[in-house]
């Protein structure tokens, strides 16, 4: 099991961290307590579809149960846990604006003061701090540029990307998709709904899909938007976007936004991207 230890101070970015290694395919676990996680790894390693990456959040919200933080560690080292521990902190006033805006009190604020609280917790995890392998300072940081942070700490020598593009077919008279980025009308194009020898088929046969795609108007969209679509992926990537979703429409959804949508598919795989494919109202 590879895991990941993130910590640090409160209002540093951690929610946001952990739901980056989400994206990359960890097994997430908030305010573990650290007695807790040599129990938790043996029933990963022991499940019949054991755990390979996990993560878990340990700060100072444990209170009481967080003690013996190195014996934890100790403990993941002898059942053969590769981990790295991420630190976050942020300056004092970056804190204390985050919570004046969330309107949160400070979880180890008991005088009502954030600044104690923050000064209170910091000394709470400096030993944690100590044994860090990545410590990040949150201050000016966007979430994207965190998330590229995390990204190039846990795998420094390779590109990582779980970006993904749903392509997807829908009709109008059905409601148009709303979580879509981006929706194209294929109305334009000639409908085989009109031909009784396609009427009963779909955009997924030969046939219909052939029939769709031969007009000329097919074939300048397909490359007209393949080009505007490879130059736009890269700054959805760049802003920490993990999936977006391209929308076909059609009147009721069954041939022409099929047939498109399986073509645009096709292209955007042949460039290497992962795709996957949702014929809604087929």
């Given at each position: ?23 990359l ?7 573990m307590?650290p ?7 043996r029933?990963a390693?022991?499940n ?11 700060d100072?919200?444990g209170?009481e149960?967080?003690?013996n ?11 053969g ?7 976050l902190?942020a ?6 604006r ?8 400070h ?6 003061s954030?600044?104690s ?5 910091k ?13 990040i ?21 390779k ?7 749903t ?18 009308d294929m ?19 030969r ?7 031969k ?14 679509a490879a ?8 802003e ?6 391209l929308?076909f429409?059609?009147?009721g959804g ?12 096709d292209l955007?795989?042949a460039?290497?991207l992962q795709?996957?494919?949702i014929?809604?109202d087929?």
């Amino acid at each position: 099991m590879d895991a990941v230890i993130v910590t640090g101070v409160s209002g540093a970015g951690k929610t946001m961290a952990v739901h980056c290694l989400e994206d990359l395919g960890y097994y997430c676990v908030d305010n573990m307590p650290p007695a807790l996680i040599k129990d938790f790894v043996r029933l990963a390693m022991e499940n019949s579809n054991p755990v390979e990456r996990a993560a878990f959040v340990m700060d100072g919200r444990g209170r009481e149960f967080f003690q013996n933080v190195k014996g934890s560690l100790e403990d993941l080292k002898d059942m053969g846990v590769n981990y790295k521990i991420l630190f976050l902190e942020a300056r004092d006033d970056v804190l204390i604006r985050r919570y004046k805006e969330s309107r949160r009190a400070h979880p180890m604020a008991k005088d009502g003061s954030i600044s104690s609280g923050i000064a209170a917790e910091k000394e709470q995890l400096a030993e944690l701090r100590a044994l860090a392998d990545s410590v990040i300072d949150t201050s000016g940081m966007k979430t994207a540029q965190l998330n590229t942070t995390i990204k190039n700490i846990l795998y420094p020598t390779k590109e990582v990307s779980d970006f993904t593009i749903t392509v997807a077919s829908f009709g109008y008279k059905h409601g148009v998709p709303t979580e879509a980025d981006m929706i194209w009308d294929m109305r334009f194009l000639p409908n085989p709904y009109y031909l009784s020898s396609m009427r009963h088929l779909t955009g997924n046969s030969r046939k219909v899909s052939e029939y769709v795609l031969k007009a000329p108007e097919a074939q300048l969209f397909l490359e007209t938007m393949h080009k505007l679509a490879a130059a736009i992926i890269p700054s959805y990537i760049r802003e920490g976007k993990y999936n977006m979703m391209l929308a076909f429409g059609c009147t009721g959804g069954q041939h022409r936004s099929v047939a498109m949508a399986n073509a645009f598919a096709d292209l955007l795989e042949a460039d290497g991207l992962q795709v996957i494919r949702i014929h809604r109202d087929l």
